[in-house]
């Protein structure tokens, strides 16, 4: 789940080739694919947090946990940086 959110990820930033002159496709999916990035990173830290709650702690778990806490900052880092720059 974690490599999927990392995929989507990029798909936020389907608007900068074509900035201020996007169709209107793009603009819905920015949102849309944030939006899954994140909800797809935290289903894959909630369940690295089952795994190791069951005592089964794996090396996969816990790297999958720690690339989904990555999608999460980009996300919100990016969001934020955004805003920032158009300021």
Do not use: H, Q
Not at 10 to 25: E, K, Q, T
Not at 40 to 68: F, H, M, N, P, Q
């Amino acid at each position: 789940m974690a490599i999927l959110a990392l995929a989507v990820w990029p798909l936020s930033y389907a608007w900068i080739p074509a900035a201020g002159r996007n169709p209107d496709w793009i603009l819905a999916l920015v949102p849309l694919a944030e939006i899954a990035a994140i909800l797809l990173a935290i289903a894959a830290i909630w369940l690295g947090v089952l795994v190791k709650r069951d005592g089964e702690d794996t090396t996969s778990s816990e790297r999958g946990g720690r690339l989904a806490m990555l999608v999460v900052l980009l996300v919100v880092g990016g969001s934020l940086l955004g805003k920032a720059l158009v300021r």
